[in-house]
C-alpha cells in the first residue's frame, strides 16, 4: 500500500498544527462558529446532535493493520470505544471533545492518516473498488490512479472552495463495486480497439436529495490525459456550478440544466487549453505502481476446502455468502461482516477492531479494506486457514454469514447521532433485522440490498437500494417512504416510491411484506431486484397497502 514521503508527512504534520491553533482561538473566543465552521469542516470535523463527529480519511479504502491498532487506540481513549464505518470507506468518531480534536489528529498523523477533504465544499475522499488488486474480473487495478488522484485533489488550492462536496469514484473491474454511476465523477477502467487501457469518464451522478444516474461524456480517457481531463471538468464546474441554493450547487444539477452536450463541450474546450501543461507520464504511473505490489502468495493445498465445508454446515454457510473468488488460485477474498445482530451497521469496537489487526497479520498480509456496505475486507487469504480463520472471526463476533443479504443493511447514524437527521435508522433496522433474519434463513433470499436513510441527504444510499427506506419528518414524527427496484452496480437504477410513507412502527411490517410478496411471485432462483423490474411495484404496492 502507498506510504507517505516526506512532502506527505510535512504537509499533514503542518495542516495538524495549523488546525491546533484554529481550535484554541476557537475555544478561547478569538474566532466566532462563522469563521471557525469552514476551517473544522476541512478537517473532517462536525458538531453533530449531541458531540462533535470525526471523520477519518481511508483513501480507497485501504487499512495497515498498523493504522487499524491507532484507530482502535483513538476510540477507547478520546471516544467510546467504538468507530462507525461509512459508506465511503471511511471511519467516523462520533463521541470526541472538540479541545482533544487536534490530539487526535497528530496521533493519526503518526500512522500516516488524516481527516483532510473528509468534509466540506472540496474533493473529498476518492473511492473504489474494495476487492482492487484481487478480483479475478479486473482490467487493471484502479488503486496507482486513486492514489494518484488524492495527491492531485489534497489542498488544491483551486478547488479549496467548490460550490459544494465533491466525489470521484475509479473502478478496475467488469462488474462496478465502486458506485462510479452515483458519484460526481466516476472513472471506469476499460479498453479500447487498439487495447490500450484508459478511463470511460462518467459525470454528473449523486443521491442525496436528487438521485441521478451518471453520464458518459468521454468513453475513453488516455491515462496521460487523466488529471487534465478531470482540471477540466472541475474548472467548469467550480465557474458554473449553483453558489446561490445549497440543494442544487451539485454538478448533477448543472449537467442537467445545461444538457450533457453543451456541458461536454464546454469541459472539451477547457481541456484544450490545459491538456498539454498537465500530463501523467508513465514514469509517475510506474512510480506510484511501485507502491501496489502483490504478496508473497503460497499454494494451497487441493481438496481440503471442500472436505471442511461439507463437515461443517455453518462454516459452509459463511465460505459461500462471506467469502468470494480470487485471481490467484488457492486464495480467496474474506468479507467480516459488521452487521451481527443487536449492532448498529457498521459499528466496531476497539477490542474488534485490534483483534482485526491481529487476524490480518496472521491471515491477509497485515491490510484490511473498508467497504462501500460498511463491511471489512481480508483481500488475500490462503484457503488453507479458511477454516481456522472463521473460527477466530465467530469469537469476535465477526462472522455473521450474511454478506449481500438481507440483513447486510446498510443504515445513516439518523436521529441517534446525526444533525440532520429527520428520522431514526439504527432502531428500524434492528426491528427489521428481526424480522427478516428467520425469512432469509428459510427461503434464502439471495442477493438483497436494503439501505436505510434517517434524512433527504442519502448518506445510506437508499435511492439505489433494491429496497430503500427513507425517514422523513411529519409534523414532528418519524414516517418513512419506502423505494423498490435502485441498484448501485452495472444496471444502476433508481428504485420507484412504492406510495404513501409509513409510520414507524409499521415499517419492519412492510418490509416483511414485501419479502413474503417476492417469495410467492420469483421464479425458481430468479433474484429480488429481478422480480421487481419483471413486474414491477404493483404487487409489491398491492400487499403493503393493503391494510393501511
Given at each position: 500500500?502507498?506510504?507517505?514521503?516526506?512532502?506527505?508527512?510535512?504537509?499533514?504534520?503542518?495542516?495538524?498544527?495549523?488546525?491546533?491553533?484554529?481550535?484554541?482561538?476557537?475555544l478561547?473566543g478569538?474566532?466566532?462558529?462563522d469563521?471557525?465552521?469552514?476551517?473544522?469542516?476541512?478537517?473532517?470535523?462536525?458538531?453533530?446532535?449531541?458531540?462533535?463527529?470525526?471523520?477519518?480519511?481511508?483513501?480507497?479504502?485501504?487499512?495497515?493493520?498498523?493504522?487499524?491498532?491507532?484507530?482502535?487506540?483513538i476510540?477507547?481513549?478520546?471516544?467510546?470505544?467504538?468507530?462507525?464505518?461509512?459508506?465511503?470507506?471511511?471511519?467516523?468518531?462520533?463521541w470526541?471533545?472538540?479541545?482533544?480534536?487536534?490530539?487526535?489528529?497528530?496521533?493519526?498523523?503518526?500512522?500516516?492518516m488524516?481527516?483532510?477533504?473528509?468534509?466540506?465544499?472540496?474533493?473529498?475522499n476518492?473511492?473504489?473498488?474494495?476487492?482492487?488488486?484481487?478480483?479475478?474480473?479486473?482490467?487493471?487495478?484502479?488503486?496507482?490512479?486513486?492514489?494518484?488522484?488524492?495527491?492531485?485533489?489534497?489542498?488544491?488550492?483551486?478547488?479549496?472552495?467548490?460550490?459544494?462536496?465533491?466525489?470521484?469514484?475509479?473502478s478496475?473491474?467488469?462488474?462496478?463495486?465502486?458506485?462510479?454511476?452515483?458519484?460526481?465523477?466516476?472513472?471506469?477502467?476499460?479498453?479500447?480497439?487498439?487495447?490500450?487501457?484508459?478511463?470511460?469518464?462518467?459525470?454528473?451522478?449523486?443521491?442525496?436529495?436528487?438521485?441521478?444516474?451518471?453520464q458518459?461524456?468521454?468513453p475513453?480517457l488516455?491515462?496521460?490525459?487523466?488529471?487534465?481531463?478531470?482540471?477540466?471538468?472541475?474548472?467548469?464546474?467550480?465557474?458554473?456550478?449553483?453558489?446561490?441554493?445549497?440543494?442544487?450547487?451539485?454538478?448533477?444539477?448543472?449537467?442537467?440544466?445545461?444538457?450533457?452536450?453543451?456541458f461536454?463541450?464546454?469541459?472539451?474546450?477547457?481541456?484544450?487549453?490545459?491538456?498539454?501543461?498537465?500530463?501523467?507520464?508513465?514514469a509517475?504511473?510506474?512510480?506510484?505502481?511501485?507502491?501496489?505490489?502483490?504478496?508473497?502468495?503460497?499454494p494451497?493445498?487441493a481438496?481440503?476446502?471442500?472436505?471442511?465445508?461439507?463437515?461443517?454446515?455453518?462454516?459452509?454457510?459463511?465460505?459461500?455468502?462471506?467469502?468470494?473468488?480470487?485471481?490467484i488460485?488457492?486464495?480467496?477474498s474474506?468479507?467480516?461482516s459488521?452487521?451481527?445482530?443487536?449492532?448498529?451497521?457498521?459499528?466496531?469496537?476497539?477490542?474488534?477492531m485490534?483483534?482485526?489487526?491481529?487476524?490480518?497479520?496472521?491471515?491477509?498480509f497485515?491490510?484490511?479494506?473498508?467497504?462501500?456496505?460498511?463491511?471489512?475486507?481480508?483481500?488475500?487469504?490462503?484457503?488453507?486457514?479458511?477454516?481456522e480463520?472463521w473460527?477466530?472471526?465467530?469469537?469476535?463476533?465477526?462472522?455473521?454469514?450474511?454478506?449481500?443479504?438481507?440483513?447486510?443493511?446498510?443504515?445513516?447514524p439518523?436521529?441517534?447521532?446525526?444533525s440532520?437527521?429527520?428520522?431514526?435508522?439504527?432502531?428500524?433496522?434492528?426491528?427489521?433485522?428481526?424480522?427478516?433474519?428467520?425469512?432469509?434463513?428459510?427461503?434464502d433470499?439471495?442477493?438483497l440490498?436494503?439501505?436505510?436513510?434517517?434524512?433527504?441527504?442519502?448518506?445510506?444510499h437508499?435511492?439505489?437500494g433494491h429496497?430503500?427506506?427513507?425517514?422523513?419528518?411529519?409534523?414532528?414524527?418519524?414516517?418513512?417512504?419506502?423505494?423498490?427496484?435502485?441498484?448501485?452496480?452495472?444496471?444502476?437504477?433508481?428504485?420507484?416510491?412504492?406510495?404513501?410513507?409509513?409510520?414507524?412502527?409499521?415499517?419492519?411490517?412492510?418490509?416483511?411484506?414485501?419479502?413474503?410478496?417476492?417469495?410467492?411471485?420469483r421464479?425458481?432462483?430468479?433474484?429480488?431486484?429481478?422480480?421487481?423490474?419483471?413486474?414491477?411495484?404493483?404487487p409489491f404496492?398491492?400487499?403493503?397497502?393493503?391494510?393501511?
Open positions: 500500500m502507498y506510504q507517505y514521503d516526506q512532502y506527505d508527512q510535512r504537509l499533514v504534520d503542518e495542516r495538524v498544527a495549523q488546525f491546533r491553533d484554529q481550535t484554541h482561538r476557537f478561547q478569538e474566532l466566532t462558529e469563521q471557525f465552521r469552514p476551517l473544522r469542516l476541512m478537517n473532517g470535523l462536525y458538531l453533530q446532535r449531541h458531540a462533535p463527529m470525526l471523520r477519518v480519511a481511508i483513501p480507497y479504502g485501504l487499512l495497515s493493520s498498523r493504522q487499524l491498532r491507532k484507530l482502535a487506540d476510540s477507547r481513549r478520546y471516544d467510546k470505544s467504538v468507530a462507525h464505518f461509512t459508506t465511503r470507506q471511511n471511519i467516523q468518531f462520533n470526541p471533545r472538540l479541545e482533544d480534536v487536534p490530539d487526535i489528529l497528530a496521533e493519526l498523523a503518526t500512522v500516516q488524516h481527516a483532510i477533504q473528509t468534509s466540506g465544499a472540496c474533493i473529498r476518492v473511492t473504489s473498488d474494495p476487492l482492487a488488486g484481487v478480483c479475478p474480473d479486473e482490467i487493471e487495478d484502479p488503486r496507482p490512479y486513486c492514489e494518484i488522484i488524492r495527491q492531485w485533489s489534497t489542498l488544491h488550492p483551486e478547488f479549496s472552495y467548490l460550490p459544494r462536496k465533491f466525489k470521484i469514484a475509479v478496475g473491474a467488469a462488474k462496478d463495486r465502486a458506485a462510479t454511476q452515483v458519484h460526481d465523477i466516476g472513472l471506469q477502467m476499460v479498453k479500447n480497439d487498439a487495447g490500450e487501457t484508459g478511463f470511460e469518464v462518467l459525470v454528473g451522478g449523486g443521491l442525496g436529495r436528487t438521485p441521478i444516474i451518471g458518459t461524456v468521454r475513453f488516455a491515462k496521460a490525459d487523466l488529471l487534465s481531463y478531470l482540471e477540466a471538468v472541475l474548472r467548469v464546474y467550480n465557474r458554473f456550478g449553483r453558489r446561490d441554493n445549497k440543494y442544487k450547487a451539485r454538478i448533477k444539477i448543472l449537467l442537467k440544466e445545461t444538457g450533457i452536450e453543451d461536454t463541450r464546454q469541459v472539451e474546450a477547457e481541456w484544450a487549453h490545459i491538456r498539454g501543461q498537465l500530463v501523467l507520464d508513465t509517475e504511473i510506474e512510480r506510484v505502481k511501485r507502491h501496489f505490489t502483490a504478496p508473497d502468495y503460497q494451497a493445498s481438496g481440503t476446502l471442500e472436505t471442511q465445508a461439507t463437515a461443517e454446515p455453518r462454516f459452509d454457510a459463511w465460505l459461500r455468502n462471506n467469502t468470494t473468488a480470487h485471481k488460485a488457492g486464495y480467496r474474506v468479507f467480516l459488521l452487521k451481527p445482530r443487536g449492532v448498529p451497521p457498521g459499528d466496531v469496537t476497539d477490542a474488534q485490534e483483534a482485526i489487526a491481529d487476524l490480518a497479520d496472521r491471515y491477509s497485515g491490510e484490511v479494506r473498508a467497504t462501500h456496505t460498511q463491511n471489512l475486507v481480508f483481500a488475500d487469504v490462503n484457503q488453507d486457514e479458511l477454516l480463520l473460527q477466530r472471526l465467530a469469537t469476535i463476533g465477526l462472522a455473521t454469514p450474511n454478506i449481500g443479504k438481507a440483513t447486510d443493511m446498510i443504515c445513516c439518523g436521529l441517534d447521532y446525526c440532520l437527521a429527520n428520522a431514526s435508522s439504527i432502531s428500524v433496522a434492528e426491528d427489521i433485522y428481526s424480522r427478516i433474519d428467520d425469512i432469509d434463513y428459510l427461503h433470499l439471495g442477493d440490498r436494503i439501505n436505510i436513510s434517517g434524512c433527504m441527504n442519502g448518506c445510506a437508499q435511492s439505489v429496497i430503500g427506506i427513507l425517514g422523513v419528518d411529519k409534523k414532528g414524527e418519524e414516517w418513512y417512504q419506502l423505494t423498490l427496484g435502485g441498484s448501485s452496480s452495472n444496471d444502476a437504477s433508481l428504485g420507484e416510491r412504492l406510495g404513501p410513507a409509513v409510520d414507524k412502527a409499521s415499517v419492519a411490517e412492510a418490509v416483511e411484506t414485501i419479502l413474503q410478496t417476492y417469495i410467492e411471485l421464479h425458481d432462483d430468479e433474484p429480488f431486484l429481478d422480480t421487481v423490474r419483471r413486474l414491477g411495484i404493483n404496492q398491492e400487499r403493503v397497502y393493503a391494510h393501511h
